[in-house]
C-alpha cells in the first residue's frame, strides 16, 4: 500500500503527469485515427508544465500553504521541552564534504532546530528521516550536521525507521506525549505535519523554515515570468503537499 501511494502520488506531479499525457498523445496520433484527441492532450500537455513553471502560479501554490503559520518567536514560547526536526533527503558521497551531503530542504530544517537548539538550552532534540536509497539514515545525517554546529549527541533522538510523516507522528508522539515541542519542518509541508502531529495528541507549535514563496517588494523583469524549473519544483512541492493533506483525510489521519 505505501509503495502504490508512493507511485500514485509521483505519477500526479505536473511534469509525470504532463509527460504521460504526451506519451499518449504520440500514441494516438502515430498509430490511431484519433487526431483531434492526440492533438487536445498533446496541448494540455505542454500548457500544464509551462503554467506549473511559471513564477505566479508556483509562488500562489505555495504561499497558501506557506503563510499558514507565522515565524516561531523563542520570546513567545518560553516552554518548550523538545523540538522535533523533519527530515527530507541527502547524498552521503565519499567524494564530498559530509557538510555538503544534505539537500538544501533538509539543510535548513536543521539550521532552524539548532538555532531553537541553542535557544532551549534543556531541550530534548529529535530527528526524523529513513534510510532511502543511501547506507545512512537522513535523521544520522541531519545529527552530524547539527553536531558539527556544536549541539552535544547526547541531547539527539533519532527516528530513524518510519516510513513517512504520519509514522513518524505516530512513533514520535509516544515518546513525547505531554511535553510542550516545536515542530520544524518547511514552510510548505507544516501544514500537513502539524495536523498528522496534533493528530496524535502532541502539543506541537509549528516552527517553519525553508521559504519558496518570497516576494520581492521590487518590480520584477518580464523575463522572470518564463516557465523555469525551480517554479515547476515548487509547484510540485505544492500539490504533492495537497495531495497528502486530502489522503491524510482519507485515511481518517487527520481532522477536517
Known sequence: ????????????????????????????????????????????SLAIVALMGMRPIS?????????????FEINQHPDIEAIVVLGNGHVSDPAVPERSWQNNIALARTLEGV?????????????????AGDPLSNAEVNARMAASLGIDRSRM?????????????????????????????SATHLPRAMALYQGQGLDAVPAPTDYTAKQS????PLYTYLPKGRYLMYSE???????????ARLRGQVNE
Open 237 to 247: 512541492a505544492a500539490i504533492h503537499e495537497w495531495i497528502g493533506v486530502w489522503w
Open 59 to 71: 509562488y500562489e501554490l505555495a504561499r497558501s500553504l506557506e503563510q499558514t503559520y507565522p515565524p
Open 157 to 185: 533522538t533519532l527516528f530513524e525507521n518510519n516510513k513517512d510523516t504520519h509514522d513518524e507522528a505516530v512513533s514520535i508522539a509516544r515518546l513525547l506525549k505531554g511535553k510542550r515541542v516545536a515542530l520544524v519542518s
Open 115 to 131: 538555532r531553537l537548539a541553542q535557544a532551549y538550552p534543556d531541550a530534548q532534540l529529535v530527528f526524523s528521516g529513513a534510510v
Open 1 to 44: 500500500m505505501f509503495e502504490l501511494k508512493k507511485w500514485l502520488g509521483q505519477l500526479l506531479m505536473p511534469l509525470p503527469f504532463s509527460l504521460s499525457l504526451l506519451l499518449l498523445a504520440l500514441l494516438l496520433l502515430w498509430f490511431t485515427r484519433f487526431q483531434r484527441t492526440g492533438k487536445l492532450l498533446a496541448t494540455l
Open 217 to 220: 517588494q521590487q518590480p520584477q
